[in-house]
């Protein structure tokens, strides 16, 4: 469904991705693990259109993304909920959910839509008419979420759904994840900054440090932790059967 | 007291202006981060598409001999149409340009349009009668008002109100406030930019036409920069107010109105001539006490 090969993405003379490649199959949870500051967020981003890439290609069901707008990818079915829960503050809840259902198609879908994702998010429910900016950090993580869903994406890029969430809270993002997954069969680009949790959950994760993929696996191969862990801190590379390690070209 | 209702009065319709014209320059700045000093010369030219091209001294109404069910409409479209070549030639090549480049190439816009009008009806002012029976007065008990200014301030309260069931309960209003609250995310949620800020120039165009057609009925003259006084006290009532909130824009073009004219009525007589300068000494004060103005948003944090 989707892959980047070979992506570089600079911000001035800072280099945040130096050839990443990764490819997602439909109906995948995939997984990027990776310290703060290794390219997780920059390589969604790039993604979904936020941030141009300076050479390689991302390729949407083989059409190549380069240079199409970020509302363009997002009517092409892909929706990203960035890191640090990007909710419209004065907007309420309610007018949040909507905005992104103003480019669907089947409009007539969108109120059960809505009592859909309600459904699954009973808080919001009771907060419909605040305004976002008011609503806890797991009410608005929440929001975003429900959000993106009522796209109706087929891929879903998720940035940190964990950060700063209570345990709790973080299983019931997670459920909910999955469940919408069961159901509405969308394919999960995840990226997250520990690995305990999504190895769970993940089909395939790639560990990625330095704007580089430091390795690459099926989440039930790595479920010890080790090969992650090393290519994580980035030391033991040598040790790590599969890890697919790249020379810094810098 | 007879006297303070009649100056209140002129502070409402002064501020009527005053705020329309802020709603104007703060709905540009709350999408795009544009503080746009050609709103002014939108103005401007919704007050000379009125009249006959010439450099004649009195003006000959053309489109403004029209009955006012098609002439306002026609002139709306010019000041709209105007309004969006400004943002396809200037305002979209510059989309990643930073908010004082925009201020800037804003200045470039304002220039041209000025040195547009000049070419093409000459620098001297003219006169121009728009809606001359409006001057009449309504008795009010003792307090004499001229219908005009009843007009502008409930043309003002009607925009304003239409302003805010459009951002409140249509699905391009939600989009609007999305956009200018964080505008890369309504980006992802598929929101068009650059639909959207075309959208916002076309509102601010007509918001633009409105303060052309009232303002040149109240003062009956026409100037290449007529424009120009109004977009700055408009530029300092969203100062005040708080930039990037439509609600304090309303608020500082009202009390800047307010002030403008109770300086005017009370100052003693001598100092009169420096009412502005008093008015802006006020401007500074409000600052000093209220930074980032009378209704403050999270909107300039936000964005960085």
Redesign the interface.
Known sequence: MLAIEDIHVSYGRLRALKGISLTVAKGEIVCLIGPNGAGKSTTLAAI???VAASKGHIKLEGQDLAGV???TI??MGV??V?EGR?V????SVA??L???T??RADRSAVAADIERVLAMFPRLRERITSPA?RLSGGEQQMLVIA??LL?KPRLLLVDEPSLGLAPKIVDQVYEILLAARQQEGLTLLINEQSSHRILKHADRIYVIRNGHIQLEGKAADLADGEAIKRAYFGFGEAASGDANEEEDAA | MIGFLQNLADALSLGSLYALAALGVGLLFGILRLVNFAHGDFISIGAYALIVPSFEVTAQLFIGTWNWALMIPTVTLIVVIFALISDALVFRPLRRANAPTLMIASFAVSYVIQNGILMVYGARPKAANLWSGLANPIMLGDLRIPMLQLVTIGVTLALMAALTLFLKRTPYGVMMRAAAEDFRMAQYLGVRGNFVIGLAFAISGILATAVSLLYLSQTGTLGPQMGVPLALFAFVATVIGGMGSLLGAVVGGFLVGFVVIMLQAYLPEDLRVFRDAFAFAFVILILLFRPSGIVPTRALIERV
């Open positions: 979904a259109g936020g707008r970020p509302e997002a009517r929706s990203l960035p990007h419209f503050g004065t907007l007018e949040n909507r905005v992104g103003y480019m900016g959000r993106a796209t």
